[in-house]
C-alpha cells in the first residue's frame, strides 16, 4: 500500500507551509563544468612531459590554456602574460618560441601589436567536435599529411 506524503517547507520567518512545491534550478550546460573547460589529448601531454620545457614555458602554457576561446584561439598579449605571471617580457616571449618549437602553440595572425596564437588541434580542443575534426584535417594539409579516415586501415 503507497504512503501519501505531505511536502512542505519552512519559510524564512519560520512559517510552515504545507503542500508547496520547492525546484531547484540547475544551469543547463552541455559538460560537466560550470565554467570554462578544454579537452587534451593525453599521449600529447605525456610528449609535453618529455619535451624538455622548462617551467617557464609550462606557466606560460597553463596561462594560454586557462584564457583559451572556442576554436583554439588565443589572443593575449606577451606583455600581459609577463604581468599575470610576475615574469619578464623576454622570458614569456623565449617560453614562447619554445611553445612553438615543439607545436604545442601555432602562430596566428596578427591583431594590432601583437600576435594570435592556437594550441594545436592535436594537442587539446575548445569547441565542437565538427570543428575540431576540420582544425585536425586543416593542420594536416598544412604539414602536407594525407587525409585518411579513421574507418580506413592501411597496412
Request: no cysteine; net charge positive.
Amino acid at each position: 500500500m503507497a504512503t501519501k506524503r505531505i511536502i512542505g517547507h519552512i519559510d524564512a520567518d519560520g512559517e510552515l507551509h504545507e503542500g508547496s512545491v520547492l525546484a531547484l534550478v540547475v544551469p543547463k550546460r552541455k559538460n560537466g563544468f560550470y565554467e570554462g573547460w578544454v579537452a587534451v589529448a593525453q599521449n600529447a601531454y605525456m610528449a609535453l612531459a618529455n619535451s624538455g620545457l622548462g617551467l617557464e614555458a609550462r606557466r606560460v602554457l597553463d596561462i594560454l590554456l586557462a584564457r583559451l576561446d572556442f576554436e583554439n584561439w588565443i589572443h593575449l598579449p606577451q606583455s600581459e602574460i609577463a604581468v599575470i605571471l610576475n615574469m619578464k617580457p623576454a622570458n614569456v616571449n623565449r617560453a614562447m618560441r619554445d611553445l612553438e618549437k615543439v607545436e604545442v602553440i601555432l602562430r596566428g595572425p596578427k591583431v594590432g601589436r601583437s600576435f594570435t596564437y592556437r594550441i594545436n588541434p592535436n594537442f587539446g580542443w575548445k569547441g565542437s567536435a565538427k570543428n575540431h575534426n576540420a582544425a585536425l584535417q586543416e593542420r594536416m594539409r598544412e604539414r602536407g599529411m594525407s587525409i585518411v579516415p579513421s574507418s580506413v586501415k592501411t597496412e
